[in-house]
């Protein structure tokens, strides 16, 4: 089996202020090198999903699993090292802390994770930057740098351990198309080439078109 993530019969209730299913039966794979995304109207429980498949909320019912392997009730401790060798994670609003350097930055994961030198994480980080043609940028502080770059900043941070899935939450939504645009591109060419697997939740139509698969949901469900 070549599915980096699996979601099995996901559910999950809220139970304030009202019981509220908010997620039934969810159903649905991604494989190695996919490039998927979610969409669907506001509130029919996207974020709620990418905080389950993230492993970010174990209060669910269903089965999860990551690279073949069962997460779904594994301690704290296990999954947060999980999330941060294996899911790499870009957001709306970047994130950067803004009195480091662009490189410091994009070293904090690999940092966390403690598998390699300091020498080691800083070649890794400029390799990232100069994948993404932002090497230039390294030295800068965060702070004095445009939006777009700011997310490509986040996206090198996103990839520093080398994951096996991107999970986006509206990555673009903060963009002008120009900068969206060379967001799609830098995803497509990582899924292309480097057998990275993507799961975009989105608004944007013309960004989800492009990939390779839309998982359409409507309140709490996907539809078919
Ligand atoms: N902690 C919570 N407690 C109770 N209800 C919640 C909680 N978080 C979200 N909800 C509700 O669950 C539903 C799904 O929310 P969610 O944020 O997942 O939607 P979404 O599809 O991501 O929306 P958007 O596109 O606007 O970001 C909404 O009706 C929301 O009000």
Redesign the pocket.
């Known amino acids: 089996m070549d599915n980096v993530l699996e979601a099995r019969h996901i559910d999950k209730y809220?139970?304030?202020?009202v019981l509220?299913h908010?997620l039934k039966d969810l159903n649905f794979e991604i494989k190695k090198g996919e490039f998927a995304s979610i969409m669907?109207?506001?509130?029919?429980?996207?974020?709620?999903?990418?905080?389950i498949l993230s492993t970010m909320d174990t209060d669910y019912e269903g089965e999860l699993y990551l690279n073949n392997t069962l997460v779904t009730g594994k301690d704290n401790q296990y999954l947060s090292y999980l999330r941060n060798k294996h899911i790499g994670f870009v957001f709306q609003f970047h994130y950067l802390l803004s009195e480091f350097t662009v490189l410091e930055n994009v070293m904090l994961p690999a940092k966390k994770l403690a598998e390699k030198s300091l020498e080691e994480i800083e070649q890794d980080a400029i390799e990232k930057l100069k994948m993404l043609d932002i090497d230039h940028l390294a030295p800068k502080r965060a702070s004095r740098i445009s939006g777009g770059e700011k997310q490509r900043v986040a996206i090198a941070r996103a990839l520093i351990n080398d994951p096996s899935i991107i999970m986006g939450?509206?990555p673009t939504g903060n963009l002008d198309s120009y900068n969206a645009n060379n967001v799609f591109n830098i995803f497509k060419r990582l899924s292309d080439e480097q057998g990275l697997s993507l799961l975009i939740?989105t608004?944007d139509e013309e960004f989800a078109k492009k990939t390779d698969r839309i998982i359409q949901?409507s309140d709490?469900r996907i539809l078919q």
Not at 14 to 17: C, D, G, L, Q, V
Not at 40 to 51: D, E, F, I, R, V
Request: glycine content about 16%.
């Open positions: 809220f139970k304030k202020p509220f908010v669907g109207k506001s509130g029919c429980g996207k974020s709620t999903l990418l905080y939450d509206e939740v608004h949901m709490g």
